[in-house]
């Protein structure tokens, strides 16, 4: 596991160590600065979105210690050692996880600005319950707000997902993509 210390780090500040998709990395930068903000110009992970920037509408999600969190309104001091997974982190060695083929297949995606947050939300779900059904993706997403697609090519992009799982044992999510996804 490397360590890479932000680019745009500043000596002023101290150090913030945590782990960004199983990366271990150092930042130096306002402690109260978002999460949001430090994962886009300081890592350079530019997938996470801003949508509200106050926490309504999800498009900042992430994952933090395993717990889905709006990464707008977590100040960057509480993530010092914890685990943190963003939408980079869910494909495996350049492999789209099946949630993001399910996503480009059945038009989950349009303008992009929410999918990140609904990928990170729908994997969140697949991984505690495996096989959903209809209300449980929509209540797993009920966080997560989209202007362009009406939600309904969301929901069947997650369900096409679960479907391909469990048609095909060549589909599942394998244990590494689960713990990838932690
Ligand atoms: S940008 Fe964070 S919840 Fe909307
Ligand atoms: S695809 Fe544009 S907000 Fe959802």
Known sequence: MSTNE??????????????????????????????????????????????????????????????????????????????????EGLALDGALHPLQEAFLCHGGAQCGICTPGMLMAAAQLLERSPNPDMPQIREALAGNLCRCTGFIRIFESVAAAVDAQSASPATKLTTEQMHHAR
Not at 17 to 33: L, Q, T
Not at 34 to 42: G, P
Request: proline letters at 5%; charged letters at 25%.
């Open 6 to 87: 932000s680019a745009t780090s500043s000596k002023r500040w101290p150090a913030i160590r945590f782990n960004v998709n199983s990366e271990a990395r150092i930042v130096k930068v306002p402690p109260m600065k978002r999460l949001l903000d430090v994962l886009r110009e300081d890592l350079h992970l530019t997938g996470t979105k801003e949508g509200c920037g106050e926490g309504e509408c999800g498009s900042c999600s992430i994952r933090m210690n395993g717990e889905l969190v709006n990464s707008c309104l977590v100040p960057v001091l509480q993530v010092e050692g914890a685990d943190i997974q963003t939408v």
